[in-house]
């Protein structure tokens, strides 16, 4: 009697398997990619830190949601870019600010500006989303410095905007293309 019982459990339970291992999907994924000599060097100013004064704002300067302040050119320049690199990208990753993720928070504290937050723009001044790889592309030499230029200004996120330190940081990754 527990012999067949045992011989039942072993069928029902290869049964099951054998059903499983039939749904099973299979299919391959292809990784690739290139091993390049090196990458251009980062040179943005004494160890790799760069501040942008984005200056003093009136508060009174942000009358709607939306408003923003005038912008402010910053440059990261990449140099001695080999060959077989033609083009970048820049990614900024920083803390979104809670009423608009597009957006660089700025940094809390009890003195901190309220209802603003930094806007980062590419070249041509259109919005450079945050924490994400931007579709803009920076074509790049190796003849001279390659000046990536892009803006930031402030911009109010909410119907009132208090005053304060209106401060933040964004760390960037350069992607090559």
Do not use: W
Not at 21 to 28: E, F, I, L, Q, S
Not at 139 to 165: C, E, H, I, Q, W
């Amino acid at each position: 009697m527990i012999n067949k019982k045992m011989v039942l459990v072993a069928l029902a339970t290869g049964a099951v398997l054998t059903a499983v291992n039939a749904n099973a999907a299979d299919g391959t994924v292809n990784f690739t990619g290139e091993i390049i000599d090196q990458a251009c060097t980062v040179d943005i100013g004494s160890n790799n830190t760069m501040t942008v004064d984005l200056g003093r704002v009136a508060r009174t300067a942000f009358q709607n949601t939306g408003d923003e302040s005038d912008s402010t050119k910053f440059t990261i320049k990449l140099i001695n870019c080999p060959s077989t690199v033609t083009s970048a990208q820049v990614k900024f990753d920083g803390a979104n600010d809670s009423n608009n993720s597009d957006l660089l928070a700025i940094t809390s504290g009890s003195a901190a500006a309220g209802g603003v937050a930094i806007k980062l723009m590419t070249a041509d001044k259109s919005l450079l989303g945050l924490n994400q790889v931007n579709s803009y592309s920076y074509p790049l030499v190796t003849t001279a410095d390659n000046n990536l230029d892009f803006y930031a200004a402030y911009k109010s996120t909410a119907a009132s905007v208090s005053a304060g330190t209106a401060n933040a940081v964004a760390n960037f990754t350069v992607n090559y293309n």
